[in-house]
Each structure stands twice: as structure tokens, then as C-alpha cells.
């Protein structure tokens, strides 16, 4: 006896949400319908009055703004999100290398910083999380008029049967160069 007394319930809650869903609908339309008549009609507008409203043309969407890409039950809306204050730069995880690691590959990276000593290059790269991608070892060649970094990264296989989840993390790797940079350009190996 519950049962059926449950599932008319939720029937009437389901029918009353549609009707409300269909209402704002409807009155949405008949709201942007009735504005779109008014902006062709009103003296000095584009439009002529019985015809279709001039195409909108929407500015972007400011912080804090919805937008709708349609009308009806079937619109997407979005909106901006506000955040307050400046705006932070990914901090990288700083890692050093670990040798053997398996299934190794070379990886590029996204920028090397150069210290005043010029012999030390911090190295930032994207790379997945651990133990699913480990920096394994960086090689570094030296030629006339430039010096190629190479970064490594692989899996721990001490680590087991893991999942590994398509996640990328800003890294960063010290490398120590045997020479001074002396004008010439870093390369990336990878690339």
C-alpha cells in the first residue's frame, strides 16, 4: 500500500516540475519576443516594425554574466565565474630525477630559466602524477651554439598495478650544467 502511494507522489512532484519548467519556458519566449517586437518597432530602430527583429550581436560575457546559446527547454546557459583578486600562476612541484623507471620516453618541456651563475637552468615541464609519470633522468649535449636539454619520464614499476589518471602537473627540474652557457641557446631534445 506504501508503494503506490510513493510512486503517485513522485508522479506529481516529476508533472508538477514539468509544468513549471514548461511555464518559465513559455514565458521566457514570450518575454524575449515581446522585447525583440518593441526594439523593431520603436522609433529610430533598424527594424520595420512587423518584420523580424536585426540579428543581435552580444557582447562577451563579463564576470558574473549568464548567457543563453537558445531559448526553450533545451538552452545552455553559462556563466562567468568572478575571482576576486590577481590572478595566481601555477606553482610547479619541484622533482628530482630517479633512475629506473620503466617505459621511458623523452618528454618536452615548456620553458627553461636560466640562473645568474649560468650554469644552472631550472626546467618547467607538464607531466602526468606519480607514480604514473617519474622523471627518470635529464641528458645534456653540448655543442658551439647551443645546448640541448633532453627530460626522460617513465612509470615506477615498483609501483604495481595503479590507476593512472589523464591528469597533467607543472613540474620543475634543477639542472646543473658541466659548462656556462656563454651566449649559446637551450634547445629542447624533445621537440
Not at 522609433?43 to 527583429?53: F, H, I, R, V, W
Request: aromatic letters at 2%; one cysteine or more.
Amino acid at each position: 500500500m506504501r508503494q503506490p502511494i510513493r510512486a503517485l507522489l513522485a508522479a506529481a512532484v516529476a508533472a508538477a516540475a514539468i509544468l513549471i519548467a514548461a511555464a518559465a519556458s513559455s514565458s521566457a519566449a514570450t518575454s524575449s519576443t515581446a522585447t525583440a517586437q518593441t526594439l523593431s518597432s520603436a522609433p529610430g530602430s533598424l527594424g520595420t516594425g512587423g518584420g523580424a527583429p536585426p540579428p543581435a550581436v552580444s557582447p562577451s560575457p563579463g564576470c558574473g554574466s549568464e548567457h543563453a546559446s537558445d531559448t526553450g527547454p533545451d538552452a545552455t546557459v553559462a556563466s562567468v565565474p568572478c575571482i576576486a583578486g590577481p590572478q595566481r600562476r601555477p606553482q610547479p612541484l619541484i622533482v628530482v630525477p630517479r633512475s629506473g623507471m620503466a617505459n621511458i620516453r623523452p618528454i618536452a618541456f615548456t620553458s627553461a630559466a636560466v640562473r645568474s651563475d649560468d650554469r644552472t637552468v631550472d626546467v618547467r615541464f607538464w607531466s602526468g602524477v606519480e607514480p604514473c609519470s617519474v622523471l627518470d633522468h635529464v641528458d645534456v649535449a653540448y655543442g658551439t651554439d647551443a645546448v640541448t636539454i633532453t627530460l626522460f619520464d617513465g612509470s615506477d614499476p615498483s609501483s604495481g598495478m595503479v590507476a593512472c589518471p589523464d591528469l597533467a602537473m607543472l613540474k620543475q627540474v634543477t639542472v646543473q650544467l658541466d659548462q656556462g652557457l656563454a651566449g649559446r641557446r637551450i634547445v629542447d631534445g624533445a621537440a
